[in-house]
Each structure stands twice: as C-alpha cells, then as structure tokens.
C-alpha cells in the first residue's frame, strides 16, 4: 500500500485551496481539480458530477434506477489511472458513471441528500462499490464522496477513490475542498454569463452600429389616415402573440418602421432586434450572414463570427426583402425557423437560438411560389400573420405631418434653423404622386432643407409634374409595356437621375436617393442595364 503525507502537511493541498479560487473557467476549474487530486501518491480516480437536466435519458443505463427524468447528475470532470495497465487514463466522461440518478447508488445519494458518503475501508464495506472486481483488481481501498453545496443548494459531487483506507483528518481537508469547490463553481459560472452577456453586447453593438450607419429611420409612425389606422390594429393584435409576421408593400413605404413597432409591442422588447438585408448579401455568403463562420471556415474567415440568428437570440430577426433569398439557400432558413437550431459554417457544434421573425417584401411572394422561385413550405412559415403596408398615395392626408416631422428632425440633424412648412409646400407635396413612397418625402425634405436659402421651405419635385400624376390616376389604364419597354423607361429614368445628380449614385441628392432606392440596388440596375455613368 503507498505512503501518504498527512493532509494537515500536504503543500499540494494548500496550493491546490489557492488555485482553485484563483480560477475562473469552469473548464479549467475542473480539469485543475481532479487532475491535482488525482496526482495525490495515495488517489485513483477523482471525479466530479454536477446536477443539470435530463438529456440522454432514452439510453441512459440507469434509467430503469431513476425516479425523475427531469433531472440527474452529469460527470463533468475525470482523472485517475490504473495500476495495472499506466496506458489506461481514466479520464473519459462517457462511460458507464456518465449520469447518475439522484438518490440511485452512492454517488446519487449524496446529491439527493446532501450527506456526504465515506467508505473507510471497501474491505470491510464492499456493498457500497458499483464494480467490485474493479476495486479488487486496482487495489481500491476507500472512498470518499462530498456534496458540492452553495447557499444551502447541492450543486454536484466531488468523489475521490483511494488505494489506502480514509483517515479522518484527510476527510476534514476533502470537506473543506467540496466548499471552496462548491463557491468556486458558481463563481465560474458566474464568469462565464458575464462573459457570455459581454459577447452579445458586443454582438448586438456590432450590428446596431451597421444599422445606425445604414439607414435612415423614419422615426415614430405618423399620421392619422384610415389605411395607416388599419396597419395599427393588426400590429396591435399580432405584436403579443409571437406569430411570425409578412409585411408587404412597395419599396420606401415603411415595412421595416411596422416590423420595429411589432418587436416594441411584443414581450421580446426588451431583447434585441436584428435587421438582415437579404437583397445585400451576396450569395457565397448567406450562411455565414445568417449562421455566422468559425475563424479558417474560408478565406477571408480570420476569426470566429456569430450569425444574425445568434445576435437576434431572445429578441425579434427582421428578414428584411426576403424575396430576395436564393431558393438554393432557402431550405436552411427554413430549417432554423422550424427547429430553432443551426450550425456555424465550419462547426460541427449544434446552437440553438430563439428567435421570432418579422419579414418583409415588395414582391408578390405567392406569385414567387407559383413561379418556382420561392419555397412554398417558407412563404406559409413565414406568411403566419399578412400585413400590407399602404403605398403614400393612399394615405395622402398623412402627407402634411409627415412632412413636418421629417422638417423639424432634418434641420435639427444638420443644424439648421427651423424652417416654415407653407401652405403652399403641402399643397404641392399632396398634388406629387410619391412613387419613391414615405422614404421619397423624406428624402425631398432634406433636399430642400440643405437647398432652401429662405426661412421657408422650398422643395424641388421631379419633372414627371403632378397634374400628370393626377391626370394618369383618373384616366383609363393605359395599354400593357412589353419588358423591352419597361426596360427602355427604366433606363430613360435612371439617366435623367443621374444628369439631375451630376453623376452621382449615393448620399443627399445623389441619384439614388432621387429613385428612392438604395445605392446598391441603383448600382446593380445600372450594371443589368449596362449604363455607365453618364456624368462624372
């Protein structure tokens, strides 16, 4: 039988005492546990199990032993070696002992009642040994199993085997361990949801930055038209509910306001809400956007990325022109959003993320299902609640005070003096057409705002003048365009934007924001057309 120190006079104790609460990974708190314990002249195996939920329950060995499914204790932590065979490491967490029932054998009973088990001597006490042969065979003469207890709750148990007898003043020192185990424990735990809460800080603060960058927020909703009373109500009833939403409508008419006042109303307020412009990310790239990559996944991957999927987890993801999804692509977004799980390109691990889903679009999605291009199965995944968004010239007696409160923030933002909205202004403003919708006035007032020399405001509208608009409006529907023509006018309009520019596709008065569209969208109509800038 090997000499032991006495534990009163082991150094290796007392600098295990102070290691242990310096430590801050519960990896590495209990990998440092039982690998110093188990380096101990006299100690076999050191283990420690930690009560979590019920996971493999269908094929857990001791099933037919367990008096509650819900919950059992996990080995988290192993080291030890035989003495027969020094290549055998026992160091494995899935073997027989993986989980342990509570209150089932000895180890289950010091979880179940928190007192801890010591065979002084198996000699003498072999009943209490799960695999006599094995004790027998390794020379395993005393246990000694303590309850990992915090503030009056067992946490786990710390197990340590031995190839002498168990000494009292060693107990005292495996119960003082079992304490500063037990704190330190919960302190690692604690570390790791800083540190987890930390990341998704950081994750929501990355992409609320690209937000702020990118867009230009309508602000609160404004006006008092019937059609936008309408959109009100039906956010009213779906906002609570957790249904997923499809918001349609025409481009710059505020799908993406609707979709922020659904997650405002919801329970998931207080979590975040991630936007994803499907029509920007290019293709080799979706599941990354979406499931984010491990750092060498490809080139270009130099460090580990979290996905939309894992920003958004416990708010609202806004798939925003989602008709814009390849349809290659489309079946692993409707996997995530029916089962909640997902992988990092690259990563073998499974996440889960919990998330609910707003989307929206200007294309007629059923008419994308029918013409192959888009996956019936997600458009009823997604088309849970319809909501269809009025385009501007439907809801003109809005015109007035949006207009007012796109003034008052447009000249606070460029620090300019407020300027008077004339009668005569809204009145042009209500007689204009508003093809480029709420995201167009906008974009009208903060030209006028940067152009006007007055104290009122002066707008300059597009050629294609009102009296047109109105006349086109009443008259009969003109004949059908073919696509060449449609193109031809698509071109004619965006060279006229682009000379009314001076050549330039983005920022304040650029020809996008004359279209009402994005620059990339502008960009890429520009490419399919083959039109080069017409001015520099």
């Known amino acids: 039988m090997p000499t032991r120190r006495a534990p009163e006079n082991s150094p290796e104790l007392k600098a295990l005492l102070l290691d242990v609460a310096a430590e801050r990974s519960l990896e590495g708190l209990l990998s440092l546990i039982v690998r110093r314990v188990a380096a101990m002249e006299h100690v076999a195996l050191c283990r420690v199990w930690l009560i979590d939920r019920g996971d493999v329950c269908a094929t857990c060995r001791l099933r037919e032993e367990c008096p509650d499914q819900?919950?059992?204790?996990?080995?988290?932590?192993?080291?030890?070696?035989?003495?027969?065979?020094?290549?055998?490491?026992?160091?494995?967490?899935?073997?027989?002992?993986?989980?342990?029932?509570?209150?089932?054998?000895?180890?289950?009973?010091?979880?179940?009642?928190?007192?801890?088990?010591?065979?002084?001597?198996?000699?003498?006490?072999?009943?209490?040994?799960?695999?006599?042969?094995?004790?027998?065979?390794?020379?395993?003469?005393?246990?000694?199993?303590?309850?990992?207890?915090?503030?009056?709750?067992?946490?786990?148990?710390?197990?340590?085997?031995?190839?002498?007898?168990?000494?009292?003043?060693?107990?005292?020192w495996y119960r003082m361990l079992a304490d500063h185990v037990a704190a330190a424990i919960v302190n690692a735990r604690a570390f790791a949801e800083i540190d987890r809460l930390k990341r998704r800080l950081?994750?929501?603060?990355?992409?609320?930055?690209?937000?702020?960058?990118?867009?230009?927020?309508?602000?609160?909703?404004?006006?008092?038209?019937?059609?936008?009373?309408?959109?009100?109500?039906?956010?009213?009833?779906?906002?609570?509910?957790?249904?997923?939403?499809?918001?349609?409508?025409?481009?710059?008419?505020g799908k993406e306001l609707v979709a922020r006042e659904i997650h405002r109303r919801s329970g998931r307020r207080d979590g975040p809400m991630i936007k994803v412009n499907c029509a920007a990310i290019p293709r080799d790239l979706y599941e990354s956007e979406f499931f984010g990559h491990v750092e060498g996944a490809f080139s270009g991957a130099v460090r580990d990325r979290a996905g939309r999927f894992e920003a958004a987890d416990g708010g609202t993801l806004f798939l925003d022109e989602v008709g814009e999804i390849p349809i290659e692509l489309q079946s692993k977004l409707l996997r995530v959003l029916q089962e909640g799980t997902f992988e990092r390109v690259g990563e073998a691990r499974t996440r889960e993320s919990d998330v609910r889903v707003v989307a929206a679009t200007n294309r007629d999605l059923r008419a994308e299902v029918d013409a192959g291009r888009f996956r019936e199965d997600l458009y009823y995944r997604l088309n849970v609640f319809p909501i269809e968004v009025a385009p501007l010239r439907q809801r003109r007696e809005d015109i007035p005070e949006l207009a007012h409160c796109f003034l008052e923030a447009t000249c606070q933002r460029l620090n300019r003096p407020m300027l008077r909205l004339t009668k005569a202004t809204v009145e042009e403003l209500l007689r204009y057409g508003w093809p480029g919708n709420v995201r167009e006035l906008q974009n009208v007032i903060e030209r006028g705002v940067i152009t006007s020399?007055?104290?009122?405001?002066?707008?300059?509208?597009?050629?294609?003048?009102?009296?047109?608009?109105?006349?086109?409006?009443?008259?009969?529907?003109?004949?059908?365009?073919?696509?060449?023509?449609?193109?031809?006018r698509e071109r004619e309009n965006i060279v006229r934007a682009l000379e009314v520019s001076g050549g330039r596709v983005s920022g304040a008065g650029g020809a996008a924001a004359l279209l009402g569209m994005r620059p990339s969208t502008l960009s890429s109509r520009m490419k399919a057309l083959r039109l080069r800038r017409v001015i520099r």
């Open 453 to 488: 020399t007055g104290r009122s405001l002066v707008v300059a509208l597009p050629a294609a003048d009102e009296r047109a608009t109105e006349a086109a409006e009443e008259s009969e529907p003109e004949r059908v365009l073919t696509a060449a023509e449609m193109r031809e």
């Open 70 to 172: 819900s919950r059992c204790l996990h080995l988290v932590a192993s080291a030890g070696r035989s003495e027969v065979d020094r290549s055998d490491v026992w160091d494995r967490l899935d073997g027989r002992f993986m989980r342990f029932p509570l209150g089932v054998r000895k180890i289950g009973h010091v979880a179940a009642t928190g007192d801890a088990v010591v065979v002084w001597d198996t000699s003498q006490e072999m009943k209490w040994v799960a695999d006599p042969a094995w004790a027998e065979r390794e020379s395993i003469r005393g246990l000694a199993a303590q309850p990992l207890v915090f503030r009056g709750e067992v946490i786990g148990v710390f197990a340590v085997f031995m190839r002498s007898v168990v000494e009292v003043d060693e107990l005292i």
């Open 202 to 253: 950081e994750i929501e603060n990355a992409y609320l930055r690209e937000e702020v960058a990118s867009e230009g927020a309508f602000g609160e909703m404004v006006g008092s038209s019937a059609a936008l009373r309408n959109t009100t109500r039906q956010i009213e009833v779906v906002a609570d509910t957790g249904a997923s939403v499809l918001i349609t409508g025409e481009s710059g008419t």
